[in-house]
């Protein structure tokens, strides 16, 4: 059996897959949303923003109009809220985080687990594209 790393190499070489670009915009909506499954009986999950430090709020700030301007990102017509914060990182930076745990405990948890690595690795190893 070839172990993941040659796998993965072997994946990476094949020219259907190193083809594939990244483009610098985000794809179209093609018309597909996807909703939240909440707990019967709960509403929208709104949680206020907590009042940040100033340089906590430029980062986000700073963050998120660079991707806005690089279009990794849009205005979210979501129903839904949850706090922003950062954390300083080893490197003096800033990471940033937002706290769903209000919305984490009204969602219904999903009935398919998601697939191991190992196990995927394992399952097309000698497959063919």
């Not at 794809?27 to 009986?41: A, N, R």
Request: with cysteine; net charge negative; proline share 8%.
């Amino acid at each position: 059996m070839l172990a993941h790393g040659a796998v993965v190499d072997d994946l990476i070489s094949s020219p259907s897959v190193s083809s594939l670009k990244i483009t610098a915009e985000l794809p179209s909506d093609h018309d597909v949303h996807h909703e939240i499954d909440l707990v019967p009986g709960s509403k929208y999950c709104v949680s206020r923003q907590w009042p940040l430090p100033r340089d906590q709020v430029k980062a986000i700030d700073d963050f998120f109009e660079g991707h806005r301007q690089a279009s990794h990102v849009r205005e979210s017509i979501s129903p839904y809220s949850s706090p922003t914060f950062c954390v300083k990182k080893a490197t003096g930076g800033w990471r940033i985080v937002h706290a769903f745990n209000k919305l984490n405990d009204a969602t219904i948890p999903t009935q398919t687990p998601i697939p191991r690595k190992d196990i995927v690795l394992d399952s097309i190893t000698g497959s063919v594209i």
